[in-house]
């Protein structure tokens, strides 16, 4: 019955019934065939309360909606907008410059927000016309803008990392831990294909013009050396600090650490020179420094606090949240229309998740009754070429259901299938969790269905308009071109997906902070205890504990 179940589901699914409804109408319907052919126990249907309210009361969802709230508080307050405005004007000139700054920008906002939705449609509303104007190819600056907004899928604090972890069984602060550098390599990645195209075309990613340089001096020049000077400066000291004052070694935590504890002193730095006014910093620096700090301070509050075991994921969400809410506030734009708007998308998309699990519930409660978990592991763990022939052929797996399935539907219907099989494999479902987030990356910007594109497509001009600042009028970008320029990097994912799988370590890496135990000391410790009253000296005579156990019968 489980391969008919799995059949049914997909057609359902494929038919455009809601995934949670066709998930629990599914399990139920087949739940009754079971029961009337003797195929199914009904006492299993006892259990599904029990299942149902146990998913409600899980305390590691709760981290989905307070990043989703931080996010969308964040997007609204126009963070974006200043990262944007400025990282486009220190990269401006070089060519491909605004391509990097919108990189650059999804990966701060990837790491603050965790939101995809809000991160593409942030840069789609202020990057894409700006690209557009200044000449930019369509379909190079639509698929930078639609990839950069999915690195909010594998940089923490990620909600698809929170299902991961909380579907295989895993600690979310090592799911973090795990992803922090794949996803810094794929946005760099993203970055070596656009100095690529820069190199064949330059023509398609030019610089901006010098009349699109605003941040000036008060001579008119631009400078940017004074914020090199900083930056070195900034990082010498908080790696002094990190290898003086501090026992990490390495790892995330110590990335992010020392990212914080630079972060603090570059922004001393301006701090002195502004209110000293010492004119050691040029304007572009000052402007850099003071937009970058909020981002980067909220990155600190939410991944460092649970990197280094202050608080749960669940705490450091609840807390990044309130930072959203002061650096709101801060910036004089929180206002009860928009706390109300974020409040009611955050319960929107809460309980569509919720909605979702506890369909996947229902679904997997006979699916096990029948034992479909038993023919799913026998047929995974029966592949040839073993651990290697397992990823392979669940990445091409993940990869086609992409195609039709969003990563939420993903996460709750085949996750539970496939991790009791890599752990019986011997694979580490961390490090499995990690590839299956980065696959899954490509259900965002897969042509024709991915969310990323539809998210980009509601904010791309679909008519000819007039631009604000030149005065030309702009041709529209068109579906085929957001199509196109997605293509290149769904190869770049793909290939992200082969790295983390030949460089394990990549991820490994969060083994090396958590508490080391030493076999051996543990050994002698347990050797050198002694049980007062049984052996030794002063025990009972003729009692040795390490004899084998004898039965007499006499």
Not at 433 to 458: C, E, K, W, Y
Not at 513 to 527: P, T
């Amino acid at each position: 019955m489980a391969p008919v179940m799995f059949a049914a589901l997909v057609l359902f699914l494929l038919l455009g019934y809601p995934v949670a409804f066709a998930l629990a109408a599914n399990g139920l319907f087949f739940a009754l065939v079971g029961i009337e052919l003797g195929m199914f126990q009904e006492n299993f249907l006892q259990a599904l309360p029990e299942r149902i309210y146990g998913t409600m009361n899980n305390d590691v969802l709760l981290a989905i909606p307070f990043f989703t709230f931080m996010g969308l508080v964040l997007e609204r307050s126009g963070m974006a907008e200043d990262l944007l405005d400025t990282i486009g004007q220190l990269f401006g000139p070089i060519r491909g410059g605004l391509a990097y700054a919108v990189i650059f920008v999804g990966a701060l906002l990837a790491a603050t927000t965790g939101v995809v939705a809000a991160s593409v449609i942030s840069m789609g509303l202020i990057s894409l016309p700006i690209m557009l104007r200044y000449g930019y190819d369509r379909r190079l600056a639509s698929g930078v803008i639609a990839a950069s907004g999915t690195l909010a899928q594998i940089i923490p604090p990620s909600l698809v990392l929170i299902v991961l972890a909380d579907q295989l069984g895993r600690s979310v602060g090592d799911m973090y831990e795990g992803a922090f550098i794949p996803g810094l390599v794929l946005a760099g990645l993203y970055a070596g294909y656009v100095f690529l195209i820069t190199i064949v075309k330059p023509d398609r990613a030019p610089g901006l013009p010098p009349e699109a340089q605003t941040l000036r001096d008060a001579d008119g020049k631009t400078r940017r050396f004074s914020l090199l000077v900083v930056t070195i400066i900034a990082f010498a000291l908080a790696i002094a600090y990190m290898k003086y004052f501090t026992k990490v070694g390495g790892g995330a935590d110590f990335v992010i650490l020392t990212m914080s504890v630079a972060v603090a002193v570059s922004f001393v730095i301006a701090l002195v020179n502004k209110f000293l006014k010492l004119n050691l910093l040029s304007r572009m620096t000052e402007q850099v420094i003071f937009v970058m700090v909020p981002p980067l301070a909220l990155i600190f509050l939410v991944l460092g606090t649970i990197f280094i075991g202050v608080a749960t994921p669940t705490e450091g969400g609840a807390m990044g949240a309130a930072g959203a809410i002061l650096l709101a506030w801060g910036k004089k734009r929180m206002t009860f229309d928009l706390l109300r708007q974020a409040t009611e998308s955050t319960a929107k998309l809460s309980a569509f998740v919720l909605f979702i699990l506890v369909g996947a519930r229902v679904f997997s409660l006979t699916f096990y009754g029948v034992n479909g978990h038993v023919w799913v592991e026998h047929l995974l763990v029966s592949l040839p070429g073993g651990q290697a022939g397992f990823l392979i052929v669940v990445n091409v797996l993940v990869f086609l259901l992409a195609f039709f399935l969003d990563f939420f539907e993903l996460a709750f219907i085949i996750v539970p299938l496939l991790g009791p099989a890599a752990d019986k494999l011997g694979i580490d479902l961390i490090w499995f969790g990690v590839i299956l987030g980065v696959n899954m990356q490509t259900s965002f910007m897969h042509p024709p269905f991915g969310f990323a594109l539809f998210f980009l497509r509601s904010v791309a001009p679909k008519k000819a308009y007039k631009d604000k600042i030149t005065g030309k009028m702009m041709e529209p970008v068109t579906t085929g071109q957001i199509y196109w320029g997605a293509v290149p990097f769904v190869v770049i994912q793909c290939i992200m997906v082969a790295l983390v799988v030949l460089f394990p370590q990549m991820v490994m890496h969060y083994k090396n902070s958590g508490i080391q135990l030493d076999q051996q000391q543990i050994n002698k410790q347990l050797d050198s205890i002694s049980i007062p009253g049984l052996g030794g000296s002063g025990g009972l005579p003729g009692l040795d504990l390490n004899a084998p156990p004898t039965l007499n019968l006499k």
